[in-house]
DNA sequence: AAGTCGGGGCC
DNA sequence: GGCCCAGACTT
């Protein structure tokens, strides 16, 4: 038998045997659920991805439920999953499904690729359990369990990687039931073939299995790209002013796109964030158009948060102003209760979070003037 | 082809 | 601290 066939014919004997993981979307039949369930599991591991799927299925029922929703409201929804482009681009399509396609979803592979934020796996997972077509994933976990079972180092991270897995993959697809299929060996990625200490003992395929043989496991599969981590230094401004917080959205093409703010400043180097003291306060002021009637506030500690690609410190400084005062026209007031309608990042979320706004004494009074 | 985009969990 | 996760998009 050759290997390709042995692996197929063992991987289905074991998703029929075992099935470990119970998930919400997995036999799903309605198209837009698989959609909106793939789109939120990129990236993303299935556990933490739950309670935002249920929370769309919940709130968003249908297509053009989604698709009625004000983009606000879905990104609300999503605050806290991070790759925010993706909400942005499952409101898109959702509209463009409801609308243009009057709510039929693609049916072909190439038509579903089309779809904004549908890229090759997610076309291929759409097509195969949404309509049974012959298309195999690949995802993290299809790449894992194809190189180590083949013995491929072949980056995955490269054009060649990409091309050579794919086709791998087609040919060990079941296609008489490519659904059954893909989610066998993704399940199989996540609780037998796993990234750390993988269950090689109770593997299926281990006969045949060319990791296994040559002890080459823990050196499979080959990224050929090392992750770079930036830092980045934050000093956020929380202006209360009538009992109501100055915001902005955040627009430009960096992280937290859409999301939204407290006006702030990002300094270049850790040295000169560290050094921002209460007369940077009052430049920054300053420099905004913001009258000296104000009465800054302690800073609360320094936080930070740890990504895949940046790490980020931010300081909060509260500053309560007086009088009359206008903001940049892209900046509002909103009130506490309007604050939290708002998605912010997580590490906004923390500062609240820490009881930043409890520095403000949250009355409409006339507070000295700080001279 | 390389860079960028989050947040959480694991060792 | 480093790697990975039901990847896609931009440059």
């Known amino acids: 038998m050759d290997k390709s066939k042995y692996f197929r014919q063992k991987l289905l004997h074991w998703h029929h045997t075992i099935n470990e993981?119970?998930?919400?979307?997995?036999?799903?039949?309605?198209?837009?659920?698989?959609?909106?369930?793939?789109?939120?599991l990129q990236q993303t591991r299935a556990?933490?991805?739950?309670?935002?799927?249920?929370?769309?299925?919940?709130?968003?029922?249908?297509?053009?439920?989604?698709?009625?929703?004000?983009?606000?409201?879905?990104?609300?929804?999503?605050?806290?999953?991070g790759y925010y482009n993706r909400c942005r681009n499952l409101h898109a399509t959702a509209q463009f499904i409801a609308v243009e396609?009057?709510?039929?979803?693609?049916?072909?592979?190439?038509?579903?690729?089309?779809?904004?934020?549908?890229?090759?796996?997610?076309?291929?997972?759409?097509?195969?359990?949404?309509f049974g077509l012959p298309h195999a994933v690949v995802d993290g976990n299809v790449f894992r369990v194809l190189s180590r079972y083949f013995g491929i180092d072949t980056a995955i991270d490269s054009t060649e990687g990409k091309k050579l897995f794919q086709q791998l993959a087609a040919e060990c697809l079941d296609t008489t039931s490519p659904a059954f299929y893909?989610?066998?060996i993704m399940d199989f990625g996540a609780t037998v073939c796993k990234p750390d200490l993988p269950d090689c003992l109770?593997?299926?395929?281990?006969?045949?299995?060319?990791?296994?043989?040559?002890?080459?496991?823990?050196?499979?599969?080959?990224?050929?790209?090392?992750?770079?981590?930036?830092?980045?230094?934050?000093?956020?401004?929380?202006?209360m002013h009538d009992g109501k917080i100055a915001v902005q959205k955040r627009t430009a093409k960096d992280i937290w796109s859409n999301l939204y703010e407290f006006p702030n400043e990002e300094y270049a180097s850790e040295k000169e964030w560290k050094a921002a003291d209460s007369?940077?306060?009052?430049?920054?002021?300053k420099k905004n158009n913001i009258k000296r009637t104000?009465?800054?506030?302690?800073?609360?500690?320094?936080?930070?948060?740890?990504?895949?690609?940046?790490?980020?410190?931010?300081?909060?400084?509260?500053?309560?102003?007086?009088?009359?005062?206008?903001l940049h026209s892209n900046r509002e007031w909103k009130t506490v209760k309007e604050l939290k309608q708002l998605p912010f990042p997580k590490l906004l979320n923390d500062f609240l979070k820490?009881?930043?706004?409890?520095?403000?004494?949250?009355?409409?009074?006339?507070?000295?003037?700080?001279?």
Do not use: M
């Open 279 to 285: 007369s940077s306060t009052e430049l920054w002021l």
């Open 101 to 130: 396609l009057k709510g039929k979803f693609p049916s072909t592979y190439e038509t579903i690729l089309e779809l904004k934020g549908v890229g090759p796996y997610t076309a291929a997972a759409i097509a195969s359990f949404g």
């Open 182 to 184: 893909n989610q066998a």
């Open 47 to 81: 556990e933490q991805g739950l309670k935002y799927y249920e929370r769309f299925v919940n709130q968003y029922p249908t297509v053009q439920k989604l698709a009625k929703a004000p983009i606000e409201e879905v990104y609300k929804l999503w605050e806290g999953l």
């Open 354 to 371: 820490a009881g930043v706004l409890e520095l403000f004494t949250w009355k409409h009074t006339t507070v000295n003037q700080k001279t």
């Open 202 to 239: 109770n593997c299926p395929i281990k006969g045949k299995c060319t990791a296994f043989e040559q002890q080459l496991v823990n050196e499979l599969p080959v990224k050929a790209k090392k992750n770079k981590i930036r830092s980045r230094w934050f000093r956020f401004y929380l202006l």
């Open 294 to 326: 104000y009465q800054q506030l302690s800073a609360t500690k320094a936080i930070k948060q740890q990504l895949s690609h940046q790490l980020i410190h931010g300081v909060a400084v509260a500053v309560q102003l007086n009088g009359k005062q206008v």
């Open 21 to 40: 993981r119970e998930l919400p979307w997995k036999g799903e039949k309605d198209v837009y659920r698989i959609w909106l369930s793939e789109i939120i």
